[in-house]
C-alpha cells in the first residue's frame, strides 16, 4: 500500500484518486479553499466535471499541503499554468516522495516542458509523467483503461504502475519523457483543429486528414526536441490524439467546434472552461519556430486563436499548400 496525495480537485485529480484508493492505496487530495474545496467537502463531489461520483469518506480532502509529507506518491493535477506555482509549494513539504506530473502543456513564457519545471522547483525528487488516452468521466466510472508512467528513473515509473494499475488501469512503463510531454501537449492543438471541422460542417475524411497529418507534426517536433519517434506511435502519441480529437469528454474539441461555428474564441473559452489546447497552439507555434520546424496545421490554429484568421480559410490554405511528398 502506498501513500498517495493527489494535488488538485479537477475531474482528473478526482479520478486518479478514486483509481488508486480501489487499489487499497491510502490517498489525499489537496486544494486551496478558494478552489471549491469548501463545496467538495461538503458534497463529497465534484458536480459539474464528475456527476454522480462520490469520493470515499476514507479519502481526506483538504488544504493543507503538509499532507504530502511522508509521501510514497505526490500527484500534480492542476492547470498547466500552475504547475510552476503548484510545485514551488510542495518544495517545502520534506519526504514528498515520487512527483507525478499528469497535466499537459507548456509553460507560457519559457516554453518549458512540464517536466523541465517541476525538477526546477523539486531537484531532488523523482519524476514520472502519466499520460495517455484518460478522460476522466471514463476512468472514474472503471471503464477500462491503458496510460503510460513515463520516466528516466525507472524504479520511480514501476511504483507508479503498481499503484495505479488495476482491473480497470492498465499502466504501461516508457523513458521517453519528452515524447510523452510533448504529444499530450499537441495532441489537445490538433483536437481543437477537428473541433473547426465539425462546426464548419466538415467530414470524417477531413478530420481523418487531420488527426493523420497532425500527428506527423507531433512527432516532428517532438524528435527535435529529444524526443523518440515510436513514442508517438504508442499510447501518449496517436491513442492520446484519438480519443481527444473524436470524444465527446473533450473540451478542446468543444471548444474548437464553437469557434468552427462562429462563436468568437473568448466566448467559447468561458463557455468550456479550461482549454490547455488554446495555451498550447501559441507554445507550440514559438516552439516550431524555435526548432525550425514544418508545422502547418499547428501554424493556422494559432492564426485562427490569436490572429482571429477565419477557421475556413485555414482550410483553404491547408489544402492549396504546394504538393509534395508524404513524410
Known amino acids: 500500500m502506498a501513500k498517495i496525495t493527489v494535488l488538485g480537485a479537477g475531474g482528473w485529480g478526482i479520478a486518479l484518486a478514486l483509481a488508486a484508493h480501489k487499489n487499497n492505496n491510502q490517498v489525499s487530495i489537496w486544494s486551496p479553499m478558494d478552489m471549491g474545496l469548501d463545496i467538495l467537502l461538503e458534497k463529497r463531489t465534484n458536480e459539474r466535471l464528475l456527476k454522480d461520483i462520490y469520493i470515499p469518506e476514507d479519502i481526506l480532502l483538504t488544504d493543507d499541503i503538509n499532507i504530502c509529507e511522508g509521501n510514497d506518491i505526490t500527484v500534480i493535477a492542476v492547470p498547466s499554468g500552475a504547475v510552476r506555482e503548484v510545485s ?7 519526504n514528498a516522495g515520487v512527483i507525478v506530473n499528469v497535466a499537459k502543456g507548456f509553460e507560457k513564457d519559457t516554453l518549458k516542458l512540464l517536466s523541465d519545471v517541476i525538477k526546477e522547483e523539486l531537484q531532488s525528487n523523482p519524476l514520472v509523467v502519466l499520460t495517455g488516452p484518460s478522460h476522466a468521466e471514463e476512468v472514474a466510472r472503471d471503464i477500462p483503461t491503458s496510460i503510460v508512467a513515463a520516466s528516466e528513473d525507472n524504479d520511480a515509473a514501476t511504483l507508479v504502475q503498481q499503484a495505479f494499475s488495476g482491473i480497470s488501469m492498465r499502466v504501461y512503463t516508457n523513458n521517453d519523457v519528452i515524447g510523452a510531454e510533448i504529444g499530450g501537449a499537441l495532441k489537445n492543438v490538433i483536437a481543437i483543429c477537428v473541433g473547426f471541422c465539425n462546426g464548419l460542417g466538415l467530414g470524417d475524411n477531413t478530420k481523418a486528414a487531420l488527426i493523420t497529418r497532425g500527428l506527423a ?4 517536433l517532438g524528435t527535435a526536441m529529444g524526443g523518440q519517434q515510436h513514442t508517438f506511435a504508442g499510447l501518449t502519441g496517436i491513442g492520446d490524439l484519438v480519443v481527444t480529437c473524436m470524444s465527446q469528454h473533450s473540451r478542446n474539441n468543444r471548444f474548437g467546434t464553437l469557434v468552427g461555428g462562429g ?3 473568448d466566448i467559447a473559452l468561458k463557455e468550456v472552461g479550461t482549454v490547455e489546447g ?7 507555434y ?3 519556430k524555435k526548432y525550425n520546424t514544418e508545422m502547418p496545421i499547428i501554424e493556422q490554429c494559432y492564426k485562427v486563436l490569436y490572429e482571429g484568421k477565419a477557421p475556413l480559410d485555414t482550410v ?10 508524404e513524410r
Do not use: C, F, G, Q
Open 316 to 325: 483553404k490554405d491547408l489544402m492549396n499548400r504546394p504538393i509534395t511528398i
Open 217 to 220: 507534426e507531433m512527432a516532428r
Open 286 to 288: 514559438e516552439l516550431s
Open 88 to 94: 514551488a509549494k510542495l518544495s517545502a513539504v520534506k
Open 263 to 265: 462563436t468568437p474564441v
Open 278 to 284: 488554446y495555451y498550447a497552439a501559441e507554445n507550440a
